[in-house]
């Protein structure tokens, strides 16, 4: 049971938009920094969005984050093919059973 | 560019110990505002921060962990390490070695993982 928590899967057609969210509380979420990363089979996430918002340099504008309260959302629009993967969202915890928290990941297809 | 490269043994008996060493390059692992942390996979699961450690030697522990997990840093070598006592098969995972900011925005450098079973 992961602490954040996203839908196990979303879909939608090329070119079209999703989003997909992620739940938290208010040890994480509401009073810290959200990120989400990309996972392809067999290799290391990959940082996609840092600080809610923020995008690392090469990561194109299809690509967007938000936050309020005690929820998250990564946008991607234009869908591609090669966007197929696995995306995690992850913020710090301050519980005192916290450190660093993750979604249980949102498996993207496009169909 | 800042590289991370994990290492260590691929296969652990149940009861041992695992080591692992992440090692970077392309950058200073003393460099200030920086964590350098752990974070597990499990075959087919989601990701488990194990814990973060500072240059300075200061850590962060994920407490569901924290009694059987050593962390370490080595300056001169650019390294650091991860000490998993007393593994059993539910430690079977990929780890990664990544770095986090002191003001917690995110993990943005990861290693590309080591697979580490425990088996006899």
């Known amino acids: 049971q992961s602490v954040l928590t996203q839908p196990p899967s979303v879909s939608a057609a090329p070119g079209q938009k999703v989003t997909i969210s992620c739940s938290g509380s208010?040890?994480?979420?509401?009073?810290?920094?959200v990120s989400w990363y990309q996972q392809f089979p067999g290799t290391a996430p990959k940082l996609l969005i840092h600080?809610?918002?923020k995008r690392p340099s090469g990561i194109p504008d299809r690509f967007s984050g938000s936050k309020s309260g005690t929820s998250a959302t990564l946008g991607i629009t234009g869908l591609q093919t090669g966007d197929e993967a696995v995306y995690y969202c992850?913020?710090?915890?301050?519980?005192?059973?916290?450190?660093?928290?993750f979604g249980g990941g949102t498996k993207l297809t496009v169909l | 560019q800042v590289q991370v490269q994990e290492s260590g043994p691929g296969l652990v008996k149940p009861s041992e110990t695992l080591s692992l060493t992440c090692t970077v390059s392309?950058?200073?692992?003393?460099?200030?505002?920086?964590?350098w942390g752990w974070i597990r996979q499990p075959p087919g699961k989601g990701l488990e921060w194990i814990g973060s450690?500072?240059?300075?030697?200061?850590?962060y522990n994920n407490p569901s962990l924290k009694s059987r997990v050593t962390l370490s840093v080595d300056t001169s070598k650019n390294q650091v390490s991860l000490r998993l006592s007393s593994v059993t098969a539910a430690d079977t995972a990929v780890f990664y070695c990544?770095?986090?900011?002191?003001?917690?925005?995110?993990?943005?450098?990861w290693g590309q993982g080591i697979l580490v079973t425990v088996s006899s």
């Open positions: 992850g913020a710090w915890d301050n519980s005192l059973s916290g450190g660093w928290v």
């Open positions: 392309g950058g200073s692992i003393s460099r200030s505002s920086y964590y």
């Open positions: 208010s040890s994480n979420i509401a009073n810290n920094f």
């Open positions: 600080e809610n918002t």
């Open positions: 990544a770095r986090h900011s002191t003001w917690f925005g995110s993990n943005d450098y």
């Open positions: 450690i500072y240059y300075s030697g200061t850590t």
